[in-house]
């Protein structure tokens, strides 16, 4: 009877013991669940908040993009082809135009386009300012630059973006203005990287304070046997310095409100385009190597442009100079390296391009059909080129499209600098809308201005004495 009592508490208390597995085991499969469920409710609600959020910034983008193009198809045809280019200008004093809209139809006969804007002065997209642009002194530049914008608000025209070539070295417009800035060669000898965004900082202040938005640098090429002759110290050097000290350069600049123009892609030789054509023979592996590469790392660096050379390849398009070439500029630059700011062709009056079968006018439309935004004028008058494009476009649709995206390009570059701004109009009930308008940021009195240039002009000299002095050249 004993036993019986005993065999039966044993299966009783395995019964329990089972029960209480079992129990154990529904309140962890029940927890788990419950924990799961909480665990994809929260990432369902990350992933919902992320999609509006991504949804919002497609959306504003958008919205931006619809004022640019507002703004563009708000303009006179004169005034929005006016837009994609970059011309010297008149004087070192006081802003002087030295065409009309209506030159832009000198070789048609009177139109009604003509007689409602003969009046009205022809400014380009962007000015760039050769040495004799430059009177002797930082105030008599401010002077000249604030012309520029008061005739512009004056006349009711769109502003240029002013420009210039501050490389360093031998190719330096503001030599004697600024605190020294010795040539690229000279920079990766002498300085860290560090040090080189600061000598870079210093320089972009000053001229910014000048009231200047562009500066056509930094060389980005490679320094090479076939092309050390006529870079001549403009080039940093190997690889590793070009990308250490350029991506220096971009970024110090452009933090300090100065656009940068990545030069000259795809590369140059030792012959000089002011005089004849660059024929760059180097295998496509060489040329990826040497020179697409560099420049695509370079471009993470979000500089404002790409100036193209007037080089012709081997490995690509040998009959066409790079900066009229589809390949080189819509499909390498723009759709394989993802490059999304402005495309600038260099000066279409150099001889490589008029002595090799590309008179101005030809090589505008080409540039224009290959994907550039910008034309490089080295000339004070631009009106008979902007009549062949306008031609152009009237029978060409997709020519004119072409037109119109690089206008927009433009005007959301200005956007960037500062001249303008896209500034938010809907109310929170409203469809998302913005505006483009001229920025109304409020200028900085000239007595300010001098005081910031000469502070950093101090400081960059006194860099260079510690730095560059004794160090030969």
């Known amino acids: 009877m004993k036993k019986n009592i005993s065999k039966c508490a ?3 208390f395995i019964f329990k ?4 597995f079992i ?5 962890f499969i029940f927890s788990s669940c419950s924990v799961d469920k909480k665990t994809t409710k929260k990432e369902l609600l990350l992933h919902s908040s ?3 959020i991504q949804s919002s910034i497609q959306e504003d983008k958008i919205a931006k993009r619809s004022a640019v193009e507002n703004f563009v198809n708000s303009l006179s045809e004169e005034e929005k082809i006016s837009q994609l280019f970059l011309i010297n200008l008149e004087g070192n004093t006081t802003f002087t135009p030295v065409e009309r809209t209506s030159d832009i139809y000198k070789n048609k006969k009177q139109t009604s386009q003509k007689k409602s804007s003969e009046k009205k002065a022809l400014v380009p997209g962007g000015y760039i300012f050769f040495s004799y642009n430059f009177a002797s002194t930082p105030e008599e530049i401010i002077s ?5 914008k008061e005739y512009c608000k004056k006349n009711n025209l769109v502003p240029p973006y002013l420009s210039l070539d501050q490389e360093g070295g031998e190719v330096n417009r503001l030599r004697g203005i600024t605190s020294v800035l010795p040539s690229n060669e000279r920079v990766a000898q002498c300085l860290t990287p560090e040090k080189a965004k600061q000598l870079y900082s210093l320089q972009a202040i000053q001229i910014k304070n000048l009231g200047f938005n562009m500066n056509i640098a930094p060389v980005s090429e490679i320094c090479t046997d076939d092309n050390k002759e006529f870079l001549s110290g403009r080039s940093y050097g190997n690889r590793k310095q070009v990308l250490s000290y350029a991506s220096a350069a971009v970024t110090s600049y452009e933090q300090n409100k100065i656009g940068t123009v990545l030069k000259h892609f795809p590369g140059n030789t030792n012959t000089d385009p002011h005089t004849g054509l660059p024929e760059i023979d180097l295998s496509q592996e060489e040329l990826e190597s040497l020179s697409v590469e560099p420049f695509s790392l370079l471009i993470n660096y979000s500089p404002s442009a790409v100036l193209m050379s007037h080089a012709r390849t081997l490995a690509h398009d040998k009959n066409t100079p790079a900066d009229l070439s589809r390949y080189w500029v819509s499909q390498k630059l723009i759709d394989e390296m993802n490059f999304t700011g402005l495309v600038i ?3 279409i009056f150099m001889a490589a391009l008029e002595k090799n079968g590309f008179p101005p006018e030809e090589a505008s439309v080409k540039a224009i059909e290959a994907g550039v935004d910008v034309i490089m004028i080295s000339e004070k008058r631009f009106a008979n080129v902007a009549e062949v494009l306008l031609e152009k476009s009237a029978e060409d649709e997709i020519f004119k499209e072409k037109l119109f995206n690089a206008e927009c390009k433009v005007i959301e570059y200005k956007i960037k600098a500062g001249i303008l701004e ?3 109009i809907s109310v929170d009930e409203e469809p998302l809308k913005y505006e483009v308008k001229l920025a109304e940021e409020k200028e900085m009195p000239i007595n300010e201005k001098i005081k910031s240039f000469e502070n950093a002009k101090k400081e960059g000299n006194l860099l260079y004495e510690k730095y560059f002095r004794g160090v030969k050249r």
């Open 422 to 424: 896209n500034k938010k």
């Open 23 to 27: 129990i154990l085991f529904v309140i």
């Open 17 to 20: 013991l089972a029960k209480s």
């Open 50 to 52: 992320a999609s509006k």
């Open 345 to 347: 062709c260099d000066d």
């Open 10 to 12: 044993k299966i009783n």
């Open 144 to 148: 000249f630059t604030l012309s520029i």
